[in-house]
């Protein structure tokens, strides 16, 4: 109990390490701790009674008080009453304080989580992102701090943690590509949703922006793709593209052509095989306006290339006369009107 009693002082007075406050309110909570705690208000009630019977027995003969005896009685009345006040507080505020301290290591988790007579654990800290956007109609090329180039399309985002040297390991959103520095004995990583790229010294294209697929394909060196969410993985070598399905997660290798990967990075416009809605898309983000289509949705692929600063307009007038479409261009905004067949 003495034990108990030292230990309950130092916790108030803070004089315990975390540990060791831990094991304490862990104790308070056993059917011992609560014995304990009980006898050690026991005490306290007791030891606060004396004090005040010897006040009563003391009071009358203080040579200052002199008091009739309808005030003597009064008085010792109200002396009585603000005792039994103060035990009751003092009791209230001994059992309040237990409930808090074992509310808050319960919302803390030390019962369950806390290990025992370990010291304390070193702070957590929380890692610093890097950010480096782009917003639509703007593509920008960037320096990473292991020397690796990214050049990043346009309404795209990359993430990096700042420690970036010992941790290479990359968030995309949109389409970059990548020429990774070698770096022995550090793997480069690019995660694109589900899937993560995993590189010793390669340039690739990934882009997440496709309708239904993930598509990441290779320039040079080779790389290894992995599903996160189904656990398998494939191995790319040059000329090569691996396409991963946002809806089925399957993953496919096609064939792609090694000099066209980048063409989008030397600012060359280019289409394979595309649908027309997600050339829509790529004209929004490369000329930084808005496409709207009055009436049904060209289902043609597209394939096509124009070269650098190629003037939206003349880029509507090749795809209008191959899909049958009349445009209207106001600033940042086209409309565009299929052809009736008929």
Same mark, same amino acid.
């Given at each position: 109990?003495?034990?108990?009693?030292?230990?309950?002082?130092?916790?108030?007075?803070?004089?315990?390490?975390?540990?060791?406050?831990?094991?304490?309110?862990?104790?308070?909570?056993?059917?011992?701790?609560?014995?304990?705690?009980?006898?050690?208000?026991?005490?306290?009630?007791?030891?606060?009674?004396?004090?005040?019977?010897?006040?009563?027995?003391?009071?009358?003969?203080?040579?200052?008080?002199?008091?009739?005896?309808?005030?003597?009685?009064?008085?010792?009345?109200?002396?009585?009453?603000?005792?039994?006040?103060?035990?009751?507080?003092?009791?209230?505020?001994?059992?309040?304080?237990?409930?808090?301290?074992?509310?808050?290591?319960?919302?803390?988790?030390?019962?369950?989580?806390?290990?025992?007579?370990?010291?304390?654990?070193?702070?957590?800290?929380? &890692?610093?992102? #890097?950010?480096?956007? =782009?917003?639509?109609?703007? /593509?920008?090329?960037? %320096?990473? !701090?292991?020397?690796?180039?990214?050049?990043?399309?346009?309404?795209?985002?990359?993430?990096?943690?700042?420690?970036?040297?010992?941790?290479?390991?990359?968030?995309?959103?949109?389409?970059?590509?990548?020429?990774?520095?070698?770096?022995?004995?550090?793997?480069?990583?690019?995660?694109?949703?589900?899937?993560?790229?995993?590189?010793?010294?390669?340039?690739?294209?990934?882009?997440?922006?496709?309708?239904?697929?993930?598509?990441?394909?290779?320039? &040079?060196?080779? #790389?290894?793709?992995? =599903?996160?969410?189904?656990? /398998?993985?494939?191995? %790319?070598? !040059?000329?090569?593209?691996?396409?991963?399905?946002?809806?089925?997660?399957?993953?496919?290798?096609?064939?792609?052509?090694?000099?066209?990967?980048?063409?989008?990075?030397?600012?060359?416009?280019?289409?394979?095989?595309?649908?027309?809605?997600?050339?829509?898309?790529?004209?929004?983000?490369?000329?930084?306006?808005?496409?709207?289509?009055?009436?049904?949705?060209?289902?043609?692929?597209?394939?096509?290339?124009?070269?650098?600063?190629?003037?939206?307009?003349?880029?509507?007038?090749?795809?209008?006369?191959?899909?049958?479409?009349?445009?209207? %261009?106001?600033?940042?905004?086209?409309?565009?009107?299929?052809?009736?067949?008929?």
């Amino acid at each position: 109990m003495k034990d108990f009693i030292q230990k309950w002082k130092k916790f108030h007075k803070g004089k315990l390490s975390r540990s060791d406050a831990a094991s304490f309110l862990a104790y308070l909570n056993s059917p011992e701790g609560k014995s304990d705690f009980q006898q050690m208000l026991k005490m306290i009630w007791e030891a606060e009674n004396k004090a005040d019977q010897a006040n009563l027995r003391s009071s009358p003969n203080h040579p200052v008080l002199k008091v009739s005896s309808r005030q003597k009685k009064t008085g010792s009345l109200s002396q009585q009453n603000n005792r039994k006040v103060r035990h009751v507080f003092t009791w209230i505020r001994y059992t309040a304080c237990l409930v808090a301290i074992l509310m808050i290591a319960k919302e803390w988790g030390i019962f369950k989580n806390w290990p025992q007579g370990q010291e304390d654990p070193p702070p957590v800290k929380e &890692t610093a992102w #890097i950010t480096k956007s =782009n917003p639509k109609g703007v /593509k920008s090329k960037i %320096l990473l !701090p292991d020397s690796s180039w990214v050049f990043l399309n346009a309404d795209s985002r990359i993430r990096y943690i700042r420690d970036f040297a010992k941790n290479r390991k990359v968030i995309l959103t949109g389409e970059a590509f990548f020429d990774v520095k070698k770096k022995a004995g550090l793997p480069f990583y690019v995660q694109a949703g589900q899937v993560t790229a995993t590189v010793l010294g390669t340039s690739f294209n990934i882009n997440t922006e496709y309708l239904e697929s993930i598509e990441i394909a290779l320039a &040079t060196g080779k #790389i290894r793709i992995l =599903n996160e969410q189904t656990g /398998k993985d494939i191995l %790319l070598q !040059p000329g090569k593209a691996g396409k991963i399905s946002k809806n089925t997660q399957s993953m496919e290798i096609i064939d792609v052509d090694p000099d066209k990967i980048s063409l989008w990075k030397e600012g060359i416009l280019h289409f394979e095989k595309e649908p027309f809605q997600l050339v829509i898309k790529k004209l929004e983000n490369w000329y930084g306006v808005s496409i709207s289509v009055e009436g049904e949705l060209p289902n043609d692929l597209c394939t096509g290339t124009f070269q650098r600063k190629a003037y939206l307009s003349d880029v509507l007038k090749v795809l209008g006369h191959a899909l049958q479409f009349d445009y209207d %261009l106001n600033g940042k905004n086209v409309a565009i009107y299929p052809l009736s067949s008929g």
